[in-house]
């Protein structure tokens, strides 16, 4: 099951799904209040009898200075970002089934320090460690916790609210001179649900750059020829992490956003 928001692009209808030789069922429900999560997680066993995957996707992204930064849009970044996860999570510790998959969307502007970026980072921040330190809670049950954290991603309202010289200073960002696409991030996401997966836990993915970075219990070392097995490490894509500050020319500020 994912939860899905304003950081996805369109998704699949059910007949896409169909087509494709899948099923699906759609429920809408708002994740930052608890009985609507559990009554589509209800749903969802009641149609299929089992749940093997959470991805923690939806997000809003209200991104202006911060002095602009309302209490009321701080609330909602809470409500949505960290505390719709909280809400999945629990529940999932609740009703996943052993050796399941749960994949939790962060950002990789948690690393670049952006001006208007503070209350969203503020909350991907939050859902990294609760990447880092449930990995070992659900550990015991064989049930993987990784995050994703994307570069900046080409999503149909990406661009909304964004100057020129900003988005031109993200793509400077990328090794291929690019925003991401989003079949590439769900691409990570895909494998990480996948069986393949199994030894990845607490982690975060780097796609453009060499990589090693210490985290929680381990370490996940790669590169674009490979992987090494390791543990506890955030999935970073499109943009280097690294353990050091690095020196960086950031875009341009924001004059003031809302959305994704």
Known sequence: MGAGGCNSPRPPDRADIEVAGGSALAVAADISNRAEYQAMVERLLSEYGRWDVLVNNAAVAITKPFPKITEE??????AV??????HGLQLAWEYLADEG???TLSSSTTALML?????YDATKGAVEQFTHILSKEFGPRRITVNAVSPGATETETYRTGKSEEFL??????SAFGRLGRPAEIAAVVTFLASDAAGWGDGTEHPRQ???RMMA???IWSCARDGWQEGTGVDFVR???RSLRPARRRSPAPLAGSAGC
């Open 216 to 218: 929680g219990h381990g």
């Open 101 to 103: 998959r749960i994949i």
């Open 168 to 173: 031109a200073g993200l793509e400077a960002m």
């Open 238 to 240: 499109g943009h280097r």
């Open 73 to 78: 849009e701080f609330d909602l970044s809470f």
């Open 115 to 119: 001006p208007g970026y503070a209350v």
């Open 81 to 86: 970002n960290v505390k719709g996860v909280f």
């Open 209 to 211: 750059w060499r990589h």
